[in-house]
């Protein structure tokens, strides 16, 4: 296998590889692989294994073979202080081991049992976030069946689905993250299988990843998010030089953060959401009380003044009431109506 050579203009050059595999295909959002693209940025093996695990579209056979991908093609490296553990001197090794590790998972989660149950929560796209079915089924496969059958023919937005094989005797769990149609796309466990320091070592080393986002820009993320999924940029963790530095010490996956701000049933909220990479630059026409976050963007960008944005803020609340009160009288008004409607 021939590898092209690329130095960086870093005051040390570190080397990258390129490889047959496009990790750019794994990205949950298209705006940060352009620009990653764009600026001619690489990835080294651990980097490339992170975002690859992170695909909210590739199944888990996918993800198993961009990982043995590169343990063969890229150059095997050290992490030192690889979260807060013994130093890996082979990350290819380290790799194996998790592709091993989320095998006996997937295994023991098909597995049936008679002391164990599966049990579905649903997840939509949109405001709607999540909604766990009572239903207790004796195989995965009832599980899912049963919930896409649930789901036929309505209007609930199915995003993904998780799937929990709960074990009677105690509070043990093997979880899988599945598709609509029926591919699993990540496995997660409680005290089930034993574990070594490697097993979960995709979630717990943090790496940086360029983004093209700057303060004040209106965003969005490619699953729905838990707060709506609409968001402005208040600041990213990459943007303070030392706070990220430290981070490669003793950080991990859920520190590569954005600081953000929401509307949430009329009022606007700062909150963290994790993993930044996964951030889109939101390009639709937002509708409602999600209305104030275009004015607060045009405000953290020096186009509005702050008396611009509380007169937009109190037109848009003045606006909904006045919406609100005419769909009140609207069904006033078919009620009366009754059979006079037929």
Known sequence: MLYKKILTTATVAKPFYLSCMNIYDFFNSPDVAEYCQSIGHTFNALESAVMASQSNARTLAEKHEAYRTIIAEYPDMEIPEAFNHEHIKSFSKALE?????????????????????????AYYTGERESYEHSELFSTYKKAYENTMEWHEGDDHNLAYMRINKRYLNNKNYVSAK?????????????????????????????IDVPVPFKRGDLVE????????????????????????????????????????????????ECECMHFYPDLRYCRRELEGKKRIL?????????????????????????????????????KYQLEQLGDGLI
């Open 178 to 206: 599945i598709s609509k149609a029926g591919e699993i796309l990540k496995v997660d466990q409680c005290n089930v299988l034993p574990q070594s320091e490697n097993s979960y070592l995709l979630e717990h080393c943090y």
């Open 294 to 330: 275009k004015y607060i963007s045009h405000y953290m960008q020096d186009k509005f003044c702050l008396c611009a944005l509380f007169k937009a803020q109190e037109y848009l609340l003045l606006n909904e009431k006045i919406s609100g009160l005419k769909k009140s009288q609207l």
């Open 97 to 121: 081991d998790v592709i091993e590790f989320e095998r006996q998972l997937l295994e023991k989660f098909l597995l049936p049992e008679q002391n164990a149950i599966y049990q579905v929560t």
């Open 221 to 268: 993320e490619d699953n729905g998010g838990y707060m709506g999924g609409v968001y402005v940029i208040q600041n990213i963790i990459r943007d303070n030089p030392k706070q990220n530095t430290r981070l490669f010490r003793d950080g991990d996956i859920s520190d590569m953060t954005a600081w953000v701000f929401y509307e949430h049933n009329g009022s606007v």
